[in-house]
């Protein structure tokens, strides 16, 4: 694997992995007020184009970093309005 | 211009422009509590390697799409720390 793919990996496994700790954040402390719902919901659609995007030039790399991030930003999505 | 590189600039505006809503909202709340720093660390670093690989690729959407990410989310840490 080239350096450039081996950078394109570590900035997909880092923009992705980053939800996590929201996640659990939301989760642990039962709220997410200060959170936007317009960003979740307009990061989430961006997210499904890139989805589809990937799809289209069949790019696993990209397949996989936007589902993965879709999935999490949908639990913190769910876990606000659970907690509102 | 092709569909597929439309869709995929679509993609781009909506995952940058989904910042917007959340700087506003913490700039009018003066609350940032419940978003996690270690998403916003996390995800600015991702945004890092992002851009350099959008300059590695010569690639303007990616260059574009993550700079402008990149400042949203400094401006949102920032006014995170300003407001904890």
Redesign the interface.
Known sequence: MDS?TL??L??????????L??M???WR?K??????Y???V??M???F??L??GI??KSLPIILANSVSFCFNFIILSLKIKYR
């Open positions: 450039i950078l394109g570590c900035a997909a496994v880092l923009t992705t992995s980053a939800f700790p929201q659990v954040k939301t402390s709220s997410a007020k200060d959170v936007s317009l960003m979740l307009t990061f659609s961006g997210l184009l890139w589809v995007y289209y030039l």
